[in-house]
């Protein structure tokens, strides 16, 4: 039978819907494959592809490595108060508790009426410090006290020295300072700025050293005497002297912003770096030379070269002390308008 045009095309048009519904239902189960089964079919091999190569290991880490700072070692800072009255400048340490812990008794270079001159402090590693302040019994309250020093051979009396070079020997008694004697600093310069003073006895034969602060281009004066300590009066032999450069740091330095006398009569040195109250600091600890204490009187060794021990950056020391028979020493910091914090490191020797 011969068919119309017409009906050779609807016949035509039949079948090409008949083919691509075919198709269709072809290709449904695939589609209709869940997520994770996709997934799954992704991630397995293909025969014809070629394996994937290994990953590389991972570095190892490095010993001792961590992603942060662990809080709370001994070599952190601990706050001992915030804003300028808190600072510390002067320190000695009266106990040792444990590993890296100690009492100790600080001054501060507080200037006007109220405002705290002295007191204790208890550091245990990973604590809060605990202040306690003390009073200072007397109409002559300290300006600006600066160093701190425990009197040789008299456990519990002590000698606090104001920057203009003015010294108070005192005792502690039911958290109030007693004062037993006052002095003044023989051979200091008109300009000096007193921030040391450290004491020591060789052979039954007192003695001591103290520092004006010196200032970038102006060195430190160190000051050296054989002393007495009477009941109620300090008095000074003859006095030896020598210039003091620190080594580090090199911009806004103080040259000498505390001192202390080691057993084998070596000077640790903590130096400063001082653009103003906020700061940066920057500090470091250091050998300066020795003391040597004779009959005659008291001999000075100032390094050529001084040999530093650490630095502190964004600190600003003022205060250092050794704990008896250990390498670790602590360090105050009188940091302006941040306040004070106290640390320890090993920069001393046994």
């Known amino acids: 039978m011969q068919r119309s045009p017409l009906i050779r095309t609807c016949l035509a048009g039949s079948a090409t819907l008949t083919a691509a519904l075919a198709a269709l239902a072809t290709a449904a189960p695939a589609q209709a494959a869940t997520p994770s089964s996709a997934a799954s079919a992704a991630s397995a091999p293909s025969s014809s592809s070629a394996p994937s190569a290994p990953s590389a290991p991972s570095a190892p880490s490095a010993p001792g490595a961590h992603s942060a700072p662990e809080a709370a070692t001994r070599h952190d800072w601990t706050s001992t108060g915030t804003g300028m009255t808190s600072g510390v400048s002067g320190m000695v340490l009266t106990h040792r508790h444990g590993h ?15 405002e705290n001159r002295l007191a204790e402090v208890a550091y ?23 160093s701190l020093d425990e009197v040789p051979g008299h456990h519990g009396q002590y000698v606090a020295v104001a920057s203009e070079g003015k010294g108070y020997r005192f005792d502690v008694d039911g958290g109030t300072a007693h004062v037993r004697d006052t002095f003044t600093l023989p051979g200091i310069g008109e300009d000096d700025n ?14 001591a050293v103290w520092a004006d602060r010196g200032q970038d281009q102006r060195p430190s004066t160190v000051y050296a005497a054989r002393v007495s300590l009477g009941a109620h009066r300090t008095g000074f032999g003859a006095v030896t002297d020598a210039e003091l450069r620190a080594p580090y740091p090199a911009e806004h330095v103080r040259h000498a912003s505390d001192l202390k006398i080691t057993a ?20 470091a ?3 300066a030379g020795t003391v040597a204490v004779h009959r005659s009187g008291a001999a000075l060794h100032i390094a050529d070269d001084p040999d530093v021990l650490e630095t502190f950056p964004d600190h600003k020391i003022e205060a250092l002390a050794c704990l008896p028979g250990s390498r670790t020493g602590a360090l105050g910091t009188d940091d302006e308008n941040a306040g004070g914090a106290l640390r320890t490191a090993r920069f001393c020797e046994r």
Do not use: C, M
């Open 264 to 283: 084998s009569g070596s000077l640790l040195v903590s130096s400063a770096s001082d653009p103003g109250d906020d700061g940066p600091f920057d500090s």
């Open 194 to 207: 007193i921030e040391d003073f450290a004491l020591t006895s060789r052979h039954g034969k007192p003695a």
């Open 285 to 287: 600890v250091y050998t």
């Open 100 to 114: 890296g812990g100690f009492d100790a008794l600080i001054v501060r270079d507080n200037k006007k009426p109220g």
């Open 124 to 146: 245990r590693p990973g604590q809060k410090a605990d202040v306690q302040p003390l009073d200072w019994k007397g109409s002559d309250v300290p300006v600006d006290l600066e």
